[in-house]
């Protein structure tokens, strides 16, 4: 099984992608950074919070094909 990580893409704050850990770029190919959020949060909301987050539906995609 591959082992992911979140990450954050560098076009925009608060917009998440995944990528394999160690590597540069995330599933989709996006240019990411690294960020603490653990994997456990991918796709979930932050209840009542101000800044509107949002997830890579092609990385999720990828990331559900290859578990």
Known sequence: MTEHEITEGVAGMWHYHLRVVGE?????????????????????????????????SKCDGIAGSTT
Do not use: Q
């Not at 995330?26 to 949002?54: D, F, Q, Y």
């Open 24 to 56: 540069l770029k995330a599933l989709c190919g996006a240019m990411v950074m690294h960020t603490s959020m653990r994997l456990g949060r991918w796709n979930k909301k932050i209840p009542n919070h101000h800044i509107p987050e949002s997830y890579c």
